[in-house]
């Protein structure tokens, strides 16, 4: 058999493990790419969930960790698990066949046009988003959904 097109990176780059490999992705990438490409070498020697589910399971457990780091009050804890969550959640982008960067992009736009509802529906009040409660916000910005 030929070897395949990362065997052949990995000889070439004197790389004898996988995590090596990993450890090799541009640490200069946006993260949600490097975290793919590290999730793919991964999932190539068979270290996957094996479905959406199994992806999507790990999500809620990270969420779950990320609400008790919180909790806790623990700045460390907090960045560690909103990091696992970030990551699993960029497994559950690949097994649905998304790219998370541009997922990310789209809800930053969508974000800022719901936003800017926000602000219209204020200032049609003749305020500044400031000026409302965290209710008549929460309504203009479902009224903008």
Do not use: H
């Amino acid at each position: 058999d030929a070897p395949d097109w990362d065997t052949m990176k990995q000889r070439e780059r004197a790389q004898t493990t996988t995590a090596e490999a990993m450890d090799s992705v541009a640490r200069s990438l946006p993260a949600l790419w490097r975290c793919e490409k590290i999730q793919a070498k991964a999932a190539r020697t068979g270290f996957e969930w094996p479905d959406a589910d199994a992806a999507l399971d790990k999500v809620a457990e990270e969420t779950r960790e990320l609400r008790e780091a919180v909790a806790s009050g623990d700045a460390d804890a907090v960045t560690e698990e909103l990091g696992d969550l970030l990551f699993a959640a960029v497994k559950a982008a690949r097994f649905a066949g998304v790219d998370p960067e541009d997922a990310l992009t789209a809800a930053c736009e969508k974000f800022i046009r719901r936003y800017g509802a926000v602000e219209q529906g204020a200032r049609d009040r003749g305020v500044s988003v400031s000026d409302l409660t965290l209710e008549e916000m929460t309504g203009l910005w479902n009224a903008a959904k």
